[in-house]
C-alpha cells in the first residue's frame, strides 16, 4: 500500500520547490496541483495558459475522476501530491481526505511576503485566494478526525534549513530522510503540469532551495483588512509548525 502524503500550499510560496524535492526521492512519485484544471473550469478564471492546461488531456477537469486518482494505488512507495489550497472549492466534497491512508501536511509562508507577490500577478486578489482559509480549514478537519495535530512546516524554516526541517518532517511521517530531497536536476520534469511555461521559469532554473531574504515593499493600503485576516490563519497554523534541532 503507498502512502499517500497531500502537502497543501498556497499560491506564490516554495510549493514546486519542494515538489522537486520529493520526486527527487527514489522511491516517490509528484503530482503537480491536482484540482489545477477543475479549478479553471469550475471559476472560469482567466489564468496565463488557461486554454492549454483545459485542451491537455492529461489534466482531469472532472472532480470526482481526480479523488479517484488522489487514492489510486501506484508503482511507488510513496505518492506526494503537491495542492495549491484554494484550488479546493467550497462545493468540492472533502470526504476522501478522512481517508487513512493520506497523510495531510502543510507548508505555510509569512502572508505579508505571500500578499506583496500574489499582488503584483492578482491585483483584485481576496483572502481566499492566499489559500489561508482552505488550509487551516483542513487542518482543523484532521485534527478533528484523527485526534493528532498534522504535520507544519514554514517556507523561511526550509529555507534556512532544508535538511533539518525536511528531517523533521520525514521523522514526523516515519519516512526515512534521503540527502536527495535536497538538490534536482535543472530544468523540467516529468511531473511538471501543463502550466509549468507560464509559471516555472525559476524552479527550472535552481537545483537546491534558494536561501531566504526578506521580501521588500510594502502591503498595499486596500489590502490591508486582507493582511490582518491572514495573519490570524498564518497564526493558527505557524504555532504547530515543526523544524530541525
Known amino acids: 500500500m503507498n ?4 502537502m497543501w500550499s498556497g499560491p506564490r510560496n516554495i510549493s514546486t520547490a519542494m515538489m522537486r524535492s520529493w520526486e527527487n526521492r527514489p522511491d516517490t512519485t509528484a503530482w503537480d496541483e491536482p484540482l489545477y484544471a477543475c479549478f479553471l473550469l469550475q471559476t472560469g ?65 509569512d502572508p505579508r511576503e ?34 493528532q495535530t498534522p504535520p507544519v512546516i ?9 535538511g533539518g526541517t525536511l528531517g523533521a518532517l520525514c521523522d514526523r511521517l516515519d519516512i526515512p530522510f534521503v540527502d536527495s530531497m535536497l538538490s534536482w536536476p535543472e530544468g ?27 521580501r521588500e515593499g510594502d502591503v498595499p493600503d486596500h489590502l490591508g483588512p486582507v493582511h490582518d485576516a491572514c495573519q490570524a490563519l498564518y497564526e493558527q497554523l505557524h504555532v504547530h509548525r515543526i523544524r530541525g534541532t
Open 154 to 162: 514554514d517556507a523561511r524554516d526550509v529555507l534556512e534549513d532544508p
Open 45 to 109: 478564471i482567466d489564468h496565463p495558459g488557461r486554454e492549454h492546461v483545459l485542451e491537455k488531456h492529461s489534466h482531469e477537469t472532472c472532480y470526482e475522476s481526480v479523488v479517484e486518482r488522489l487514492l489510486a494505488d501506484i508503482q511507488t512507495p510513496i505518492f506526494y501530491q503537491k495542492h495549491i489550497a484554494h484550488h479546493l472549492l467550497d462545493d468540492m466534497d472533502r470526504s476522501w481526505m478522512d481517508d487513512e491512508r493520506v497523510d495531510h501536511c502543510f507548508l505555510i509562508r
Open 188 to 214: 523540467p520534469r516529468a511531473c511538471d503540469g501543463a502550466w509549468a511555461d507560464w509559471w516555472y521559469d525559476s524552479v527550472r532554473a535552481s537545483t537546491e532551495f534558494a536561501a531566504w531574504s526578506p
Open 3 to 6: 502512502r499517500i502524503i497531500a
Open 114 to 147: 505571500v500578499i506583496l507577490s500574489l499582488h503584483k500577478r492578482f491585483p483584485g486578489m481576496e483572502l481566499r485566494d492566499t489559500g489561508l482559509p482552505q488550509q487551516v480549514e483542513i487542518f482543523q478537519r484532521r485534527l478533528e478526525v484523527t485526534g
